[in-house]
């Protein structure tokens, strides 16, 4: 599935907690969406989907949802966003 990210940044908290965000689109979906990413260590990732701004379809959301755990391209970009965005 295509996708564009819009932005993305990652933090490292005072214990070296890994917390990010990544806003994106998907092909086909009206809504952007951003992603919250956190891991204690920068292996396993846990995340939280929302839209980005306002509310839009709930199909496309529960879509978008299912995408990211099915697609480990995807979410392994999304990720690698975030922690590019650490280097810059």
Do not use: C, P
Not at 22 to 34: A, D, I
Request: no cysteine; hydrophobic share 35%.
């Amino acid at each position: 599935m295509e996708f564009q990210i819009i932005k993305a940044d990652m933090k490292q908290d005072e214990d070296k907690h890994y917390l990010g965000h990544v806003t994106f689109t998907l092909e086909g979906h009206k809504s952007q969406y951003e992603i919250t990413l956190f891991s204690k260590r920068g292996k396993e990732w846990d995340y939280s989907l929302n839209f980005a701004g306002e509310s839009g379809v709930e199909e496309e959301f529960l879509k978008a949802d299912e995408q990211l755990e099915e697609d480990d391209d995807l979410f392994d970009a999304l990720v690698d966003a975030a922690l590019d965005s650490m280097e810059s």
